[in-house]
């Protein structure tokens, strides 16, 4: 069982509405979780770096909340474009020593005119 | 892509040859992370190294080697001996613990 799991595993939305996608995980002890945008064929871009203390982060039009008691995570994305079309991972890192990370299988958006 | 470049984009070989995946940083990053993935799998760790001249074996080594002989440079190579070479390869970097930077990737098709 993937300690990280992603939901959906794909998602078509239509241009300007937004969306959350889902994390949740089992891994711990926890250090940080981020998000991760990767367009096909590419490698993957940071988005947002929470740690076990922070419940939000935004970057942009892009919400990261993180619940570490349930261990839960979401990316909402407001008014959605076109560019916004990728694959969404989560990647959690364990504390302590080398940084264990732990990514998502992702969910891959598709936004449509 | 962060100052991480990969090459080639595309490479193609046929089976039981060798291949080298090159991997080069100018960010000062002391680590260096391979990955593969897969349809429908999350990133899956090959080998990383912490400090030039170490590397130490990820979840899924068997079937690749790696060098760190520059701070800028980890290439790695897929031998004969990896059952399931074909994959889209990622090679990262980042300062100890700190986030991690990505290459846009290589993709290798083994036939």
């Known amino acids: 069982k993937n300690q990280v799991e992603q939901s959906p595993q794909s998602l078509i939305i239509l241009e300007g509405k937004n969306c959350t996608l889902q994390?949740?995980?089992?891994?711990?002890?926890?250090?940080?979780l981020r998000w991760y945008k990767q367009d096909t064929g590419r490698g993957p871009v940071s988005l947002t770096i929470?740690?076990?203390?922070?419940n939000t982060k935004s970057n942009g039009r892009y919400t990261a909340t993180l619940d570490a008691d349930t261990k839960q995570s979401s990316l909402h994305i407001t008014a959605s474009q076109l560019s916004d079309s990728a694959s969404y991972i989560c990647?959690?890192?364990?504390?302590?020593?080398?940084?264990?990370?732990?990514f998502g299988t992702g969910t891959k958006l598709q936004v449509i005119p | 892509d962060g100052g991480i470049t990969q090459s080639p984009k595309y490479l193609f070989r046929k089976e039981g040859q060798n291949v080298t995946l090159s991997c080069e940083q100018n960010l000062n990053h002391d680590a260096m992370y391979w990955y593969r993935q897969d349809p429908g799998q999350g990133l899956r760790l090959i080998y990383y190294s912490q400090i030039v001249n170490d590397f130490q074996k990820g979840d899924i080594a068997e079937g690749y080697s790696v060098s760190r002989e520059k701070k800028e440079s980890f290439p790695l190579t897929v031998t004969s001996a990896q059952k399931n070479p074909t994959a889209f390869y990622l090679c990262a970097s980042s300062f100890a613990r700190s986030e991690q930077y990505f290459g846009p990737g290589t993709r290798l098709t083994v036939t």
């Open positions: 990647v959690v890192i364990f504390s302590g020593g080398y940084q264990k990370v732990t």
């Open positions: 994390c949740n995980y089992t891994v711990s002890p926890f250090s940080n």
């Open positions: 929470m740690t076990f203390s922070e």
